[in-house]
């Protein structure tokens, strides 16, 4: 069974920058696409920004292709430590729309397969961010 733990929420100003980890649990972290979705009050959860396996080599550290939504590209960066079963969200120039419980999820391939909650399997509990104007 894979656990994922996010960590890192918490109350920033417009403007300002959060930045969210996601540890899993298990041996086999580096083969696995992983995601980062949002879900604001009264809204359905939406895809935020995924990083793919290592293009062609497992043990490669930091991870494969990235993607963004268009809301956030140019302000948040995907990235991950395989070394350390962990997915790391930067978010920046946070606007109070970003208000969100923000959630963390392993894909069920290696390869992203799209902005869709059913190509991941493995969710973690959220986080929450909250962005004051």
């Known amino acids: 069974q894979v656990q994922l733990v996010e960590s890192g929420g918490g109350l920033v100003q417009a403007g300002g920058s959060l930045r969210l980890s996601c540890a899993a649990s298990g041996r086999t972290f580096s083969s696995y696409t992983m995601g980062w979705f949002r879900q604001a009050p009264g809204k359905e959860r939406e895809f935020v920004a995924a990083?793919?396996?290592?293009?062609?080599?497992?043990?490669?550290?930091?991870?494969?292709?990235?993607y963004y939504a268009d809301s956030v590209k140019g302000r948040f960066t995907i990235s991950r430590d395989n070394a350390k079963n962990t997915v790391y969200l930067q978010m920046n120039s946070l606007k109070p729309e970003e208000t969100a419980v923000y959630y963390c999820?392993?894909?069920?391939?290696?390869?992203?397969?799209?902005?869709?909650?059913?190509?991941?399997?493995?969710w973690g509990q959220g986080t929450q961010v909250t962005v004051s104007s």
């Open positions: 990083i793919s396996r290592s293009g062609g080599n497992t043990e490669s550290r930091s991870g494969g292709n990235t």
């Open positions: 999820a392993r894909g069920a391939t290696g390869w992203y397969e799209g902005p869709h909650r059913s190509s991941y399997d493995y």
